[in-house]
């Protein structure tokens, strides 16, 4: 008998107490505690009512996501809610912190539910690649009709406490989560008193009498879809099963949902979300967070040096995390900026319902801006975010070196320099670290925390403290060219800038990889960050430029001629005033014709499926290059990169984990065909040629 599932009485209630922390996921343990728990209060004639309940803050997440993949361990989650709502007692779900996935299902088999205020319940499975296996489609439809089950099982959102009782599906709402265990027992005796029996969610028959053979609703639904679940494939399959508890007896459209619950566990998709999952809290685990000689320094008030795009979405980050933050500019005009630039935010959140002008003021109470220095000298971190020039962010850390006070972290927001380089000009390079935030700052998840050679642990703690703070992915980098996420950018951005020379046009490019998976394609991109930024990033690479690479010009003659992108209503699309889709633009093929001829280039078409086998290999190619370099920490790591900061379809869970979806050995076959076109390029990275040699994935590196 396992100690994780408790059965205690008080009074003639017996209290079954799912006591796994920390999130009381459903294992075979769990299932087996809970069918023995429940037996034996069935036959104890003693007990007359059930509580269901969590030990302490949470009721359950769900299935243990780390037994998937592994056979199938009984007693399986469907049978243990098939005891529960068979079991001639009523069952009372007490419910405090999150009832997910199957510890909904759990719920939704017991009899009766309440809650305490600040609880969620939901059915998060397609963010898994799966549907709800135990019940959930075949018992949320009969408690609450198809609309709210199509809108919550395909989207994956759990719904608050006071939805959940206002739409039925919780019958009682607790303000005070201490009172829960007090509150059931009430509950349960009242049934007791009122002599109610089990009330079995899968013997409910209003809905389904009343949707009658309407079936205009899921066909409708599905249409829907094509555009918010677009490429994946639970989220249908979840809308078939729903369908069928309004066309199949129970029992039925239970094993319905079996069938399609193993089908879509088995997909490459489900493999490639599960992966995602355990990848974005494995990156969050940085060696020196283990470190018992570094906790985190202070960390409520932050400095930004610069108001620009960068800048002001820092601030926006900080401020909506909580943390005052002093915002400085060189001058009055540039200040000005910056203030307009984070107060139209605000301002939209307004104008979208999303924030009350008193929250607003609220927020902006914490935001000072200012063009003197020394108003920075009490923050206890700042992050400079000036102009991408090493020597303009040099000058800015010699005066933060001046200014700052003594334990202040230090940290420049850049994406290709050496911080080795900029924390050098200071004299303190150990509170100097390198935080690379992606744009819009305050949207994108993704924080590279980057590690110069002489920062101290306590530092990257801070840093680590800060993504905490706002809600971002921290992925920790090496400190070399582009970190992690725009040295592979820069990668597959020459490749697919070579085919694009070789007869692609930069269209059928983009729609290959839109085809795939990302939610635009690569000159899309391009365009929408701002071919100057780039161009730049080139002209500082030229000097160093090893004189066997090859060079594409169509980029720069682009810049030249003042075609910037979106900025500027044309880059490799032509923006009409006002839009940001981009219509294809025959000047530029003109102009890349003429390169190419100009080249004595002999173009040749390319298919979609080549113009992805390159784009990955060489993503995949230099990731392993990052890896094998000590700049990653394990290949995870990059999947979250590129999940979060590039686009790369979570779906498939990362080029590291689609890499070994499509088998390593077939990756490092294209690369050595293609090494004999360029061989400077293409040249295998040994990690990828070891892990061949060896039959190993990158799976095995992910420690
Ligand atoms: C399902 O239920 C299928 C059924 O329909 C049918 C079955 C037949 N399993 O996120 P946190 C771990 S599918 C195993 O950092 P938070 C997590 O890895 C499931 N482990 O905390 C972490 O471990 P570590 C549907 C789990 O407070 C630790 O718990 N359910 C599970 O930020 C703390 O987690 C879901 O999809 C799990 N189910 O967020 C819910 N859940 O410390 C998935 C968590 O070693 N879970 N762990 O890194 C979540 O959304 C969040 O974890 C939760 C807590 C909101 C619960």
């Not at 190419?596 to 392993?624: Q, W």
Request: charged share 30%; proline share 4%.
């Amino acid at each position: 008998m396992t100690d994780k599932v408790l059965l205690t009485k008080v009074d003639n209630i017996g209290i079954v107490t799912l006591n796994s922390p920390p999130v009381n996921a459903l294992s075979q343990e769990i299932r087996q505690g809970l069918l023995d728990a429940f037996s034996k209060a069935e036959s104890d004639d003693s007990l007359k009512v059930i509580i269901l309940m969590g030990a302490d803050r949470t009721f359950s997440a769900g299935a243990d996501i780390g037994e998937f993949g592994k056979s199938s361990l009984e007693p399986v989650l469907p049978m243990v809610c098939q005891t529960i709502e068979s079991t001639s007692k009523p069952v009372i779900a007490a419910i405090t912190g999150v009832a997910l996935g199957g510890g909904f299902e759990l719920a939704m088999a017991s009899h009766y539910r309440i809650a305490t205020n600040s609880t969620k319940v939901g059915l998060p499975e397609v963010h898994l690649g799966l549907i709800p296996g135990a019940g959930g489609t075949q018992r949320l439809p009969r408690i609450v009709g198809p609309k709210l089950s199509l809108e919550m099982i395909t989207s994956g959102k759990p719904i608050k406490a006071k939805k959940a009782l206002a739409e039925g599906l919780i019958d009682q709402v607790i303000e005070d989560t201490d009172s829960l265990k007090e509150e059931a027992i009430a509950f349960a005796h009242t049934l007791i008193k009122e002599n109610q029996g089990p009330r079995r969610s899968s013997e409910r028959k209003e809905h389904i009498e009343k949707q009658g053979n309407d079936k205009e609703i899921f066909i409708n639904f599905k249409n829907s879809l094509q555009k918010t679940a677009r490429g994946l494939y639970s989220p249908f399959k979840a809308v078939d099963a729903i369908k069928t508890a309004f066309t199949l007896p129970f029992d039925e459209g239970i094993k319905k949902e079996r069938d399609i619950f193993l089908e879509c566990m088995n997909s490459a998709q489900s493999k490639g979300l599960v992966h995602a999952f355990f990848s974005e809290r494995k990156c969050t685990k940085f060696p020196e967070a283990m470190n018992e000689n570094g906790p985190a320094r202070d960390l409520s008030t932050l400095g930004v040096v610069g108001g620009g795009t960068m800048g002001s979405g820092i601030t926006v980050a900080a401020l909506d995390a909580g943390i005052k933050v002093t915002m400085i500019e060189r001058d009055q005009e540039s200040i000005e900026k910056g203030k307009h630039n984070v107060t139209k935010v605000y301002k939209r959140h307004i104008e979208k319902g999303r924030m009350t002008e008193e929250q607003v003021n609220k927020v902006l109470e914490k935001y000072k801006p200012s063009t003197d220095f020394d108003d920075l000298k009490d923050v206890d971190m700042v992050i400079e975010a000036v102009f991408e020039e090493l020597e303009v962010k040099q000058e800015v850390f010699k005066t933060l070196d001046k200014i700052v006070k003594p334990g202040a972290v230090m940290a420049s927001n850049t994406s290709y320099l050496n911080i080795d380089k900029i924390a050098a000009v200071t004299s303190r390079p150990e509170d100097v670290l390198g935080l690379h935030f992606f744009s819009p700052a305050n949207i994108m998840k993704l924080l590279e925390i980057v590690i110069p050679t002489k920062v101290k642990a306590d530092v990257v703690n801070t840093g680590l403290t800060l993504a905490k703070k706002m809600r971002k992915v921290p992925v920790r980098a090496g400190n070399c060219d582009g970190f992690i996420g725009n040295r592979i950018l820069s990668k597959y951005g020459k490749v697919v800038a070579y085919m694009m020379e070789d007869g692609a046009s930069p269209y059928e490019i983009d729609k290959a990889i839109f085809k795939f998976g990302l939610p635009m394609g690569i000159f899309q991109m391009f365009d929408l960050a701002g071919l100057d930024i780039g161009w730049a990033n080139r002209k500082r690479q030229a000097a160093t430029r090893d004189p066997r690479e090859r060079y594409v010009h169509i980029l720069d003659l682009l810049c030249e001629k003042g075609h910037y992108g979106q900025k500027t209503g044309r880059g490799f699309y032509i923006y009409q005033e006002g839009s940001r889709r981009g219509e294809e633009d025959p000047e530029v093929l003109t102009l890349i014709d003429e390169e190419r001829k100009r080249k004595g280039i002999t173009t040749r078409s390319f298919s979609e499926e080549e113009i992805m086998n390159r784009y990955i290999a060489a993503m995949v190619n230099e990731s392993c290059n990052v890896l094998h370099e000590g700049m990653a920490s394990r290949p995870s790591d990059i999947d979250i990169t590129l999940l979060y900061g590039y686009g790369f379809p979570r779906y498939r869970g990362g080029p590291m984990k689609y890499a070994d979806q499509v088998g390593l050995p077939k990756i490092l076959d294209d690369i050595k065909k293609y090494y004999e076109e360029d061989s400077f390029f293409w040249n295998p990275s040994p990690l990828l040629v070891e892990l061949v040699e060896k039959g190993q994935t990158f799976e095995s590196l992910n420690k």
